[in-house]
């Protein structure tokens, strides 16, 4: 395969248990886009990306999922309203790295599938 004809992420594929409560979860909690969903299926738009909820269709695919770092402007507002929408978090906004001008916080949460991911925001200083 040739690594030149990769141009961008498209989708990302997040596995659940339970459809109808990650799909509560990534749209009233997290407030992303749905495409649109099926029985074992769901899909979000975020600013074009395509996250892809769906039930595993074989057992050896039911593990937990690549963490996935949804982008905010101001991460201390974000942690505060999601706090408030009960989204469980496992530590709280802190700097995970420094670079010249631009430091990059990060804050990791779960979702209702017990998934990590986490918000993240890259801060002009």
């Known amino acids: 395969m040739n ?9 990302v594929g997040v596995p659940v248990k339970d459809l109808h409560r990650a799909l509560n979860f990534y749209k009233e909690k997290l407030g992303l886009s749905l495409l649109f969903s099926t029985d074992s299926m769901a899909f979000f738009e975020c600013d074009g990306l395509r996250l892809m909820l769906s039930l595993p269709e074989k057992d050896e695919f039911t593990h937990s999922s690549s963490v996935i770092y949804f982008q905010v402007d101001d991460i201390k507002n974000a942690y505060k309203h999601l706090i408030g929408k009960k989204v469980v978090f496992t530590d709280e906004p802190h700097i995970v790295v420094k670079m010249e ?7 990791f949460f779960k979702d209702t599938e017990d998934n990590t991911h986490a918000l993240m925001s890259e801060v002009q200083v």
């Open 3 to 11: 690594m030149e004809m990769i141009q961008k992420v498209g989708q």
């Open 101 to 107: 001008q631009t430091e990059t916080w990060m804050v």
